[in-house]
């Protein structure tokens, strides 16, 4: 385990995906803005929704942040619904008082829903009014985190390529790396980088000020595998995304850091002095946690996209055995070489049916079942053993130094249950 | 449009699934896009529910949207009583599915499928959670309640049913099961309990009983009302909560069912608790209440009447109860706050400077913000407001709970006189909140807080009313503020030093009181004489 085995020729990559379609048991793309409105200091973001958004935004946010949150929700109301003339009145005003009550803000971002969708407020000329009437302080973004169009964590990515247009030309030979992480991982994964003397930036950069350029000469890497879109609106301004298995796991965050050393020409001999002391410590850290999870099957409910990279990290440095792997969406040029790292077995499927998936986990028994907050309790009761998966997306889990933590979360609910065996055996 | 920050109150659906998941043999079709299932978390997480809810959602995605969402409802609604195979069906839209009119009642009707199906019309964008779960009670009592022998008949005494309690609502559980207790020791038997605990099936019996009792208005009235008109039962007004409630209802129950009043409970121990002297020191104490009308009003009257209290403010987020918390606001002679802006309850907290909140779980985090201690005695509440023990605020075992539920927070008597007394010891401070509760911020600022000006801010409160107040931008309020800039008065070094002196929890109030009086003379400058001025001129 301490090494991992050599990859499999083709692993999964080949493997059929099953697709369903039926009841989605997933957060909608405004979730995103949890994690984002803390990523971005100087930015607010401003649903134009239904309670519904309000109350999901709260839901899912309120147990963690009760400071006053740089994110809120225009509740639109009957009259707005009638007149989208009025409805843009109404957003303007809302804005500018908003704008007023907080000056510190410098970047807005409109984020449409499902009922904005539907209704077809346009919010993209919303923005640009709004940014006319703003600038230079404020500049107005706009993207859709609609359940519609977006599942959970589709929402950063469509807000991150909300972003690339506005991006200034560089014709520097730069790394970018995409995605919103915690800052310590940010620090890690960039330290080292900036040790190899790779010159890096960030998508999305903590500050306005700090927003970096984009050119033919930008090479681009993932930090988070649910950035297609954003990668795309990249290329399309010239970048290169440089293909890599994601930052999980020391294996994983070795081959990430590779391919930007072999990009920018990075000696061996600076990438191992520069890596060789923390992947030796993740191995170690890892190995101690994967005693407990060797040999345990793993289920996986669609939630994040991390299933994937997640699955591959557990595999083959934890020596778990995938039964079913879900993911919302599948983005095959992204996900290749996360599948070809995954042993031949698993299921891997694509959107939900989740009554249908429920009786498949059933049916397989697994030993540990990652899934949603709405699914856990319920299958716990059953006899069942999970990990929510939102978890995974609230915790440093990149990196090296985070790898064993990664591993912790599976381990913790076995312990946990062995730990109370003799309370369940007294019911 | 409406900003909104935090929420009282979710959605009209979210009150529809708070009545399904309570009952039992109920199943919800949902038209909804993905990502409405976050709602499911709210039960299986708040209330630790070992199911989930009986909910299935269409999730219906952009590019069904003018094709076949209507399919997509069928199929749905179909699964859906095929696996569950419930006794009865409600159907209904989300926010987002009322928007494309696909009309669910009509498509499930169409279905014919073999067990009751009832429709639910809930407006999103006009109505909320509580309005939700009334109206979907409404229309299952309505649609299943049948015309009944009188179980009562049977001459072994009368029948009740119990309306109200739903899942994810505040202490249900334990309310119904004390009210039942209650009801029982009087004599009275319980026909239905319901939503909570209930099937479709039990619905179709509740004419059986000889009248309801209502412990949730906001949720049973519309109901009430009904089985009234259509079955003539009349239903209790009172709502339990606290000794004199309780005593009322006992009273309302007896008259409508020629019971004698039975002998109080013995081990109602609130009435010796609150009088015993090792409780005077909370006469007097400052409460602001705030939450849903039923548990505001009753809170109000058990906090004045029952603890000693004084109620400086009170307030609902429920609009629909708007008129019994103004009527109740001008005999406690305060300002009725009628309003779901979470910034607007924050600023009037501020500034009313309240020695204690009783509110919600989001009056919990007002508290913490302006370090003033809260007790949440209303929805919405968080899972540590959901607890495994037997806590009901019901009846008499209720009156216990709120007794000590009151208490608990606030710091004790004799620590409270060593506080004034020494107040510049270090480590002994009213800054470090009750001596009994763990887990305060760390001594950061402890030894110079008055130097901290946003320690100050965070004491005084200052800061979010000024918030509210620039975001509602009201004219009046705006030159209200201006003047006072202009006059407003300097505090001495000394005055400043004195202010100090007085207890943390009650310093905003004497500033901003002092600030007040000193500038309605046009003093400058506020001395120590000029704060003991003021105090003996507000003294009553």
């Known amino acids: 385990m301490n090494a991992p085995a050599a990859a499999p020729a083709r692993g999964c990559a080949d493997a059929p995906v099953l697709k369903q379609r039926g009841q989605h048991e997933v957060f909608c793309g405004l979730t995103g803005i949890v994690w984002l409105h803390r990523k971005m200091q100087d930015a607010f973001f401003l649903v134009v929704g239904s309670r519904t958004c309000a109350h999901l935004l709260q839901s899912a946010a309120g147990v963690m942040i009760f400071a006053e949150p740089r994110f809120g929700t225009a509740v639109m109301e009957e009259k707005d619904l009638a007149g989208l003339a009025d409805a843009n009145e109404e957003l303007d005003r809302e804005v500018a008082r908003l704008l007023a009550r907080r000056p510190d803000i410098r970047q807005l971002f409109l984020v449409g829903s499902c009922p904005s969708e539907v209704i077809k407020l346009d919010l993209s000329r919303a923005a640009e009014r709004l940014s006319r009437q ?23 990515d469509a807000c991150l390529a909300a972003m690339v247009p506005i991006l200034p030309e560089t014709d520097a030979k730069e790394l970018m790396v995409v995605g919103a992480l915690p800052d310590v991982v940010e620090d890690q994964l960039v330290g080292m980088l900036r040790e190899m003397g790779v010159p890096v930036t960030l998508l999305p950069a903590r500050r306005r000020d700090e927003t970096p350029g984009v050119g033919p000469d930008t090479r681009v890497l993932l930090a988070q595998p649910f950035l297609g879109d954003t990668a795309g609106a990249l290329e399309r301004r010239g970048a290169t995304r440089l293909p890599a298995p994601f930052p999980f796991g020391e294996e994983g965050t070795t081959a990430w850091l590779r391919a930007a050393a072999a990009e920018f020409g990075v000696p061996e001999e600076i990438f191992d002095r520069v890596t060789a002391a923390p992947r030796a410590r993740a191995r170690k850290a890892v190995a101690r946690v994967a005693e407990s999870l060797s040999g345990k099957s793993l289920f996986l409910f669609p939630d994040s996209q991390l299933e994937i990279p997640l699955a591959r990290f557990l595999a083959r440095e934890c020596g778990m055995v995938p039964v079913e792997i879900g993911t919302p969406f599948l983005h095959r040029g992204i996900m290749e070489p996360e599948l070809r790292l995954i042993p031949e077995g698993p299921t891997i499927s694509e959107g939900q049916d989740v009554d249908l998936q429920l009786d498949r986990c059933r049916e397989a028994r697994p030993d540990i079942t990652v899934c949603g907050l709405g699914l856990a309790n319920p299958l716990e009761a059953e006899g069942m053993t999970t990990k929510w998966a939102i978890e995974l997306v609230f915790t440093p889990v990149h990196g090296y130094e985070q790898a064993a933590d990664l591993a912790g979360l599976f381990a913790r609910p076995l312990a946990r249950k062995a730990k109370l065996a003799g309370l369940e055996a007294a019911r | 449009m409406k900003l909104t920050v935090w929420t009282y109150e979710g959605p009209p659906h979210v009150g529809a699934m708070r009545v399904a998941t309570g009952m039992k043999g109920l199943h919800y079709v949902l038209h909804a896009p ?49 696996r569950f195979k419930p006794q009865a069906m409600i159907v209904g839209a989300s926010c987002t599915a009322e928007l494309i009119q696909d009309d669910p009642g009509g498509l499930a009707k169409a279905l014919d499928l073999p067990v009751p199906v009832v429709p639910l019309e809930l407006p999103s964008y006009q109505r909320k959670e509580n309005w939700g779960a009334s109206e979907t009670f409404y229309q299952l009592v309505r649609a299943l309640a049948h015309p009944a022998e009188k179980l009562s008949a049977d001459g072994d005494g009368p029948v009740a049913n119990i309306l109200g309690p739903t899942a994810l609502g505040f202490r249900h559980r334990d309310d119904a099961a004390e009210i039942r207790r209650l009801l029982e020791g009087m004599g009275v038997r319980v026909n239905v309990t319901a939503p909570m605990g209930a099937t479709p099936k039990a619905l179709t019996r509740l004419a059986a009983a000889d009248f309801n009792v209502v412990l949730y208005p906001e949720i049973a009235e519309g109901a009430a009302r009904w089985l009234e008109k259509t079955h ?20 309302e129950v007896a008259a409508l069912t020629g019971l004698p009043v039975p002998p109080e409970a013995t081990d109602l121990r609130f009435p010796w608790w609150s009088r015993s002297v090792d409780s005077t020191y909370l006469t007097g104490k400052r409460v602001f209440v705030y939450g849903d009308a039923t548990h505001a009003l009753a809170m109000a009257r058990v906090a004045r009447d029952e603890m000693g209290f004084e109620v400086v403010g009170l307030g609902a987020y429920n609009r629909e109860f708007a008129r019994p918390i103004r009527e109740a606001a001008k005999a406690y002679g305060v300002e009725p706050l009628i309003t779901d802006d979470y910034l607007e309850v924050e600023a009037a907290i501020a500034e009313a400077a309240p020695e204690m909140i009783l509110g919600t779980q989001m009056e919990r985090h007002i508290g913490k913000r302006l370090g003033i201690p809260c007790a949440v005695i209303s929805a919405p509440f968080h899972v540590q407001d959901h607890p495994a023990r037997y806590s009901p605020v019901m009846g008499w075992e209720g009156a216990n709970v709120l007794f000590d539920t009151l208490v608990h927070p606030l710091v004790m008597g004799l620590e409270e006189h060593l506080l004034a007394m020494f107040r510049e010891d270090f480590e002994f401070s009213d800054e470090a909140g009750p001596s009994h509760l763990g887990g305060h911020a760390p001594a950061a600022g402890r030894t110079a807080p008055a130097e901290d000006p946003a320690r100050r801010e965070a004491d005084e409160g200052p800061a979010p009313a000024a918030r509210a107040a620039e975001r509602r931008a009201a004219p009046a309020a705006a030159a209200g503020a201006d003047a006072a800039v202009l006059e407003a008065p300097v505090w001495t070094a000394a005055g400043e030093k004195e202010l100090k002196k007085i207890p943390f929890f009650v310093r905003g109030k004497a500033r901003r009181n002092t600030e007040t009086y000193a500038a309605e003379r046009g003093i400058t400058e506020i001395t120590v004489e000029t704060l003991y001025d003021a105090k003996a001129h507000f003294a009553r």
């Open chain 1, 134 to 156: 703003h600038a230079p302080h404020v500049r107005v973004l706009n993207y859709s985190g609609s359940g519609i169009e977006t599942t959970f964590t589709q929402g950063e």
């Open chain 2, 34 to 82: 993905q990502g409405d299932t976050y709602a499911d978390l709210l039960f299986t997480m708040i209330e630790r529910r070992d199911h989930r809810p009986p909910v299935t959602y269409t999730t219906f995605q952009a590019r069904d949207l003018g094709s076949d969402t209507a399919d997509i409802f069928k199929s749905a609604a179909k699964e859906a009583y095929e």
């Open chain 2, 232 to 251: 003539g039962q009349p239903w209790t007004r009172t709502v339990p909560i606290g000794v004199h409630a309780t005593r009322d209802f006992v009273e």
